[in-house]
């Protein structure tokens, strides 16, 4: 005989009561419903007063950053405060920073359909538009910190007069081709993942104007079996295919630094860890915006809690093998016996920027230590503070590692200490405007969750006749 | 959701798709396929089973998300896709390390900290980058390709229940193209397959062309389009007298008058068209004064060369005038000033073992009757400001030095042309105790 145990009523399904697979999608939602939602969100004519105002202040914020660019242009890199010997300084910090939070999107969307896991249909569009947009972010800062940007085409192999091509032995290269090569295939996926959805969004359009908008943007798409058998076969390879990439590109992220001969960048420990810092960041930006958006949206019933907790549970995971490559950095310091190195560590936890190094270990391994319990992990407020929380102290991990050790290098009489300017807090902030701007149009135009994957986890109805329309509206529940 | 045949004119049918239908009514049009409509995954699983063993070919499912188990029960075969990707992804791993080689080991090799041209470990990150960017796009583009994607246009768009078939109703279309295709047979297997509704769908017969203007419009564009590529071709593989275009300066490029030229503006304005402007008269320029000209330039008043140093003449300017003309001087002209310095030697030796084109102008002995004769302003002037072959040292040894040198010089000539008989009675033994050079042969 089989037990067959429903979950109670309502939006909680974190229960982890073996003996009933929990439901991914709750509310009584059809797959009807789970389309008028979420196209709705898109087809509503009446402007989100909530969502205007964010809008407003990140096209603002943006504004800001494009001025700040061309001030930065037009007048050089003196600008920034970057120096000798920290040349680098923020723009690379953010750069990193970007990066490591673009690569949860493709993580969620390819290695968790790799795994099976189910419950990546709700946040997988969120994640991977969120890789995009953060990619722009971490791509405008490498591109305006060579300093004669006109000649950034240099970075390709493109032949000139000058019989000149890139140096393809060098890290720095290496990235130029890990990052676009991630950025091209992310959005590749993206959009490959969301033809079906606007596929749905053309069929549903009134307006020709909308439905010709959405009707090229599909491609022609009309969800014929046949074609959705070479889709999912692609789909597949994609996700193969972009699962070593994520892992590559961040590979490659610190080879950037660990190539260097720099003490305190040295180490091999650099890629796994900057990998696992990524999955983390990335993690905790999604939490940082899925949460406001499934409330704003209506989508508490598609993006459960049950989602949410999971996402912690990969924070709580993910911030202990970056507090384990804390630790470690340290270990072998003091166990390889290279006394450059020693005195790398010990100035980055009590040298002139002792103060980022603590911000740091405070925010990514003590703060998502509360994930350890249950009621943290799904309480809304606690998993905010955290997400931001590891979001700060991601952004002060690239910090320390960039400006701490390249501010005492080998020749003590250049060492120096680095002050940023107004320009540096105003571009960071800025790059921020950027991703909201283009976060927010993508809430507004594009289907923010996956509505043909989410009805593939949703349990099929044994007969339509008899399967009941949704008992409340999918507003009510909200 | 209605049971029943589905008609046109349903409540929530958008407005354009009643003036497609009207316009639809007046034209003439064919039978594009037949549509049964499926209220869930397995009643379409079901259908399709036996609308795949009826034995049609020109028939496909429409589902609004990939219903699994679905290829079994339509017959549909493995796609190619993976052998496409593979191929890419092949062809961008050859492709990288083509790449690299070309560029770095054969076409520019350059050594970059002593690290070889073309070896595996330095070049597998960009190898790695591009496999997967080939066989990604390809991935999609093959996908859309296969799919016969993109077609913006497909009877079945018209049909009033897509906006269903792409939420969360099912359908099975079959094709008036398929050989077997007969309207009631097709109807009645769909009906009795458990479709809610089976419908035929109509196209016009005759796809409407686009207007005539488009495809003027479209040439003249394609052809405009070329005309920079064109021109980028000619610049290329021709040559001109005229500058590059240079679209970013640098500084390469600066808007600036060169010494000695002339500015026609200035020309215009002052009557004088020298680009250097020339100092008003009766002004002398910040740090141009020169208080004592005999010590500065060597000249008197009168502008000839001063014959009496203007410095006061000790051991220790001896000393100091020793010790630069070492450093400066004894190069050329030998640490005993008679014209015999390393680069006099190596010259003469180049040219004895055969330099070509070796025109070499010794340098001057300095005990020669000419100079001894010079004024100590002319030697000062001639270390100040070169003579012949030799370049002004005035950038590199300061005023005071530059006399001390000449003093020297000074020391020099005396020390070369003392009769014997002045010469100090040990100096002039250990001289003469020397066998003199050819004395042997007499």
Redesign the interface.
Known sequence: MVLVRHMPAGLDNTSDDPSARQALIVGNN???SV??KVCGAVEDPRIDKRWLAMFVVALGVLATFFGLIVYLISTGVGVWGNNNPVAWGWPIVNFVFWVGIAHAGTLISAILFLLRQDWRTSINRFAEAMTIFAVVCAGTFPGIHVG?I??AYWLF?IPNQM?????????L??DV??VS?YA??SL??W??GMV?DL??L?????H?LR?FAY??LS????????????????YG??AG??T??VL?VHT?VS?DFAVAQLPGWHTTIFPPYFVAGAIFSGFAMVITVAVPARAMYGMKDIITLRHLENMNKVILATGMMVGYAYSMEFFIAWYGGNRYEQFAFINRATGPYWWAYWIMVSCNVISPQIFWFKKARTSIPIMMVVAIFVNVGMWFERFVITVTSLSRDFLPSSWDYFRPTWVDMGMLVGSFGLFFTLFLLFLRFLPMIA???V??VMP??????G?PEPAETAASLN | MS?GRITHGSSDE???IKDLTAHDEESEQVLHAVVGE??????LLHA?EQVRDAGFRDW?????????G??ES?G?KK?I??WI?LGA?LSGTTTALL??WF??AY??P?V?SG?PFFSLP??I??T???T??F???T??F???G??L??????P??RHPR???????RFAI?VESGDSLFERERVEKLLRSSGA?GVEPLFRPARRAGLPKTFYGVGLVAAVASLLPLAMIAKARFTTTEKTRIH??Q?MDMQPKFKAQAPNRLLGALWNDPRASIAPVDGTVARGEYVEDEAFQYGLDDEGAFVKQFPVTVDEHLLARGEERFAIFCSVCHGLSGDGNGQVNQRAKALAVSGGRGMAWAPPAKLFEQRIVDLPVGEIFNTVTNGKNNMKGYAAQIPVEDRWAIVAYVRVLQKAANVPVGQLPQDVRQELESQPVEGEANK
């Open positions: 059809t797959y009807e389309t008028d004669r006109w000649v192999p019989s000149m091509w890139p140096n393809f032995r060098s890290p290269l290496w081709f890990a090569t091209s295939c590749v996926f959009y490959m079906p596929a749905t053309r069929d549903r359009a009134k020709p439905r009707g090229v491609l022609g798409w009309r969800h014929n079996a046949r074609a959705w058998h070479r889709y999912e076969s692609a390879m994609l295919l972009c070593p990439l590559s490659i080879f509505i043909a994957e009805k593939t099929r109805p044994a007969k339509a006749s399967a | 049971n958008p407005s354009w499926y209220a869930t995954p397995d009643e399709c496909d499912a429409i589902t609004p998300f990939p219903i699994h679905i290829e339509m549909v796609t896709l993976p990707v992804a790449l690299q560029t770095n076409d520019y350059f970059i690290k330095a070049n990150p960009v790695f980058e591009l997967v960017l066989a990604v796009f991935g999609f093959a996908m859309l296969l799919n994607l993109p077609a913006l246009y497909n079945l768009f897509m906006k269903r078939f792409s939420s969360d279309v809610v679209i970013i640098d």
